[in-house]
């Protein structure tokens, strides 16, 4: 396995933008709207390749939740393995909750667990 990205929810798109790519260096490298009220800023550390998604949800998304200033604002992470689906299945098994269903789309299956924190782990992997 081998780490993918790290995501973390924010309050404002604009203004988190502004400070990870004016303050931190990183460059925006996409953006989309997966599902109906939420978006997605991906970034990336020039120097070293890593990359941050910036996750913000509307209230109509089916992923919002009220903003808390505990800790949950760190979405997910996420591993790109060879096959997402045995992968899912092991941890599954292995008695991780179950965040989100396997989600086999055209190009990418991904699933989401929860670790023992909470904190939504998923694997993902290119069809």
């Not at 400070?19 to 800023?41: A, D, H, I, N």
């Not at 989100?100 to 992997?125: A, C, H, Q, Y």
């Amino acid at each position: 396995m081998g780490l993918m990205y790290t995501s973390i929810r924010v309050k404002d798109v604009k203004k988190s933008v502004e400070f990870y790519t004016k303050r931190m260096g990183l460059r925006v490298t996409g953006r989309r709207s997966p599902m109906p009220g939420e978006e997605v800023v991906s970034l990336e550390d020039k120097a070293t390749g890593q990359r941050l998604n910036l996750m913000w949800y509307s209230k109509s998304c089916r992923l919002y939740t009220p903003w808390k200033e505990d800790g949950v604002e760190l979405d997910h992470l996420m591993f790109v393995v060879k096959d997402a689906k045995k992968e899912y299945k092991k941890l599954v098994a292995s008695g991780a909750p179950v965040a989100m269903k396997l989600f086999e789309g055209e190009t990418i299956v991904m699933g989401f667990v929860k670790d023992p924190n909470g904190i939504w782990v998923g694997v993902r992997s290119e069809k």
